[in-house]
């Protein structure tokens, strides 16, 4: 049986397990936008969980540069960059470093050197416009490369010393241990101790997302329809997925949870 079919429809999820949901962690780029972009329908969701108070928490790979000024203006509970590097509260502008990291300049210079390396195998590879505005990671773009170069840079990085990750926008090198979900459970302990598991739902559409599809940490996740495209090279599935995809398929979610808590039998 293809893998793709063993993912459970959004839509069979009971009401009575949606309307438990009281947090939702969800990636950014392909996830939450549609075609790169916001749209009204998705601001809208978003308030219509805050005004249910259900806090969302972005969860995302992009830079601590972009989510400072986002965090700030959207109607969110906190956002985490850089695939777990660092956390936003939303009542505070200044990040926390969620990697110890002992020497940051140090730190950008051996990333830095890292990617010089893997340019001499990798001369195609550019630099992310957004790298400047980072701390923890340093970004190139994925655009041109095969799955296959994928695996070799991932290879690469690890004898290096490092860790490495993708989504649909960029390729990450990053600290050994640093991922969404080792960031996201640090967060939920220090600033939502007061939520289950069975409270929060996981979403997200990438590679760089599969740690918030492991069911031990997190037995609620779900996929967005564009999921689809990574199914088959993720070692832990999303629990659903949506019909939707993108920004669309975060709105269907956004209903079924805010439908479940008027009917939630």
Same mark, same amino acid.
């Not at 601001?43 to 965090?71: C, F, H, P, Y």
């Not at 760089?208 to 967005?224: A, C, I, K, M, T």
């Given at each position: 049986?293809?893998?793709?079919?063993?993912?459970?429809?959004?839509?069979e999820?009971?009401?009575?397990?949606?309307?438990?949901?009281?947090?939702?962690?969800?990636?950014m780029?392909?996830?939450?936008?549609?075609?790169?972009?916001?749209?009204?329908?998705?601001?809208?969701?978003?308030?219509?969980?805050?005004?249910?108070?259900i806090?969302?928490?972005?969860?995302?790979?992009?830079?601590?540069?972009?989510?400072?000024?986002?965090?700030?203006?959207?109607?969110?509970?906190?956002a985490?960059?850089?695939?777990? #590097?660092?956390? @936003?509260?939303?009542? %505070?502008?200044?990040?926390? !470093?969620?990697?110890?990291?002992? /020497?940051? $300049?140090?730190?950008?210079?051996?990333?830095?050197?890292?990617?010089?390396?893997?340019?001499?195998?990798?001369?195609?590879?550019?630099?992310?416009?957004?790298?400047?505005?980072?701390?923890?990671?340093?970004?190139?773009?994925?655009?041109?490369?095969?799955?296959?170069?994928?695996?070799?840079?991932?290879?690469l990085?690890?004898?290096? #010393?490092w860790? @490495?990750?993708?989504? %649909?926008?960029?390729?990450? !090198?990053?600290?050994?241990?640093? /991922?969404? $979900?080792?960031?996201?459970?640090?967060?939920?302990?220090?600033?939502?101790?007061?939520?289950?598991?069975?409270?929060?739902?996981?979403?997200?559409?990438?590679?760089?997302?599969?740690?918030?599809?492991?069911?031990?940490?997190?037995?609620?996740s779900?996929?967005?329809?564009?999921?689809?495209?990574y199914?088959?090279?993720?070692?832990?599935?999303?629990a659903?997925?949506?019909?939707?995809?993108e920004?669309?398929?975060?709105?269907?979610?956004?209903?079924?949870?805010?439908?479940?808590?008027?009917?939630?039998?």
């Amino acid at each position: 049986m293809s893998i793709h079919l063993s993912l459970t429809a959004l839509s069979e999820v009971s009401s009575t397990c949606l309307a438990n949901i009281r947090l939702i962690a969800t990636d950014m780029d392909g996830t939450l936008t549609r075609r790169g972009k916001f749209t009204p329908a998705l601001l809208q969701a978003l308030e219509n969980l805050a005004a249910a108070n259900i806090k969302v928490l972005i969860v995302t790979g992009r830079s601590a540069g972009w989510m400072s000024g986002l965090s700030a203006i959207m109607p969110v509970a906190g956002a985490m960059a850089e695939n777990g #590097g660092l956390y @936003f509260p939303s009542e %505070n502008h200044k990040p926390v !470093i969620l990697t110890p990291i002992a /020497d940051l $300049a140090k730190h950008r210079q051996h990333l830095a050197i890292t990617f010089e390396k893997l340019q001499t195998q990798f001369p195609q590879i550019q630099e992310s416009v957004d790298n400047r505005f980072r701390i923890t990671d340093w970004t190139f773009d994925v655009a041109t490369l095969s799955q296959d170069e994928l695996q070799t840079l991932d290879r690469l990085c690890q004898q290096m #010393g490092w860790g @490495f990750t993708y989504s %649909n926008v960029q390729c990450h !090198i990053k600290p050994q241990g640093q /991922d969404k $979900a080792v960031g996201l459970l640090q967060v939920l302990r220090e600033y939502f101790p007061d939520y289950s598991p069975e409270q929060i739902v996981t979403v997200g559409d990438s590679p760089n997302d599969e740690s918030l599809f492991d069911h031990d940490y997190f037995p609620v996740s779900v996929g967005v329809a564009n999921v689809l495209e990574y199914a088959d090279k993720l070692q832990y599935q999303p629990a659903y997925i949506t019909a939707a995809a993108e920004g669309d398929g975060f709105c269907e979610l956004s209903s079924y949870i805010l439908q479940s808590l008027h009917f939630p039998n």
